[in-house]
């Protein structure tokens, strides 16, 4: 079975970080775009940041340029995300997933493969 499972998330005040990571089983995701998106509570899912295959482009949501930070490394663990300077507002739900090669990054329905999420919680 092909899974996702998504790690790290927890309570931190504003101004602290945190570091997601997302484990893959089933297959391997080295040839696929990876992303994070998140959802607050009473808000739909929004795009936070993207990788190529090959590691080469990122992308990234306007709200956590300059803050956030993603990379991939293996297939067990397809990609991270490093995040920085956490505001209240980065409050959510956090989703890893993957896209087939040559995907619009920032498309949430391109991705084929979905984490069950961890939460982030930040306090002011």
């Known amino acids: 079975q092909v899974q996702l499972v998504e790690s790290g998330g927890g309570l931190v005040q504003a101004g602290g970080s945190l570091r997601l990571s997302c484990a893959a089983s089933?297959?391997?995701?080295?040839?696929?775009?990876m992303g994070w998106f998140r959802q607050a509570p009473g808000k739909e899912r929004e795009f936070v940041a993207a990788i190529s295959w090959s590691g080469g482009s990122t992308y990234y949501a306007d709200s956590v340029k300059g803050r956030f930070t993603i990379s991939r490394d293996n297939a067990k663990y397809p990609v991270f995300l490093q995040m920085t300077s956490l505001k209240p507002e980065d409050t959510a739900v956090y989703y890893c997933?993957?896209?087939?090669?040559?995907?619009?990054?920032?498309?949430?329905?391109?991705?084929?493969?979905w984490g069950q999420g961890t939460q982030v919680n930040v306090s002011s």
């Open positions: 997933a993957a896209a087939p090669p040559g995907s619009i990054a920032t498309m949430g329905r391109k991705y084929d493969y």
């Open positions: 089933g297959r391997t995701f080295s040839s696929y775009v």
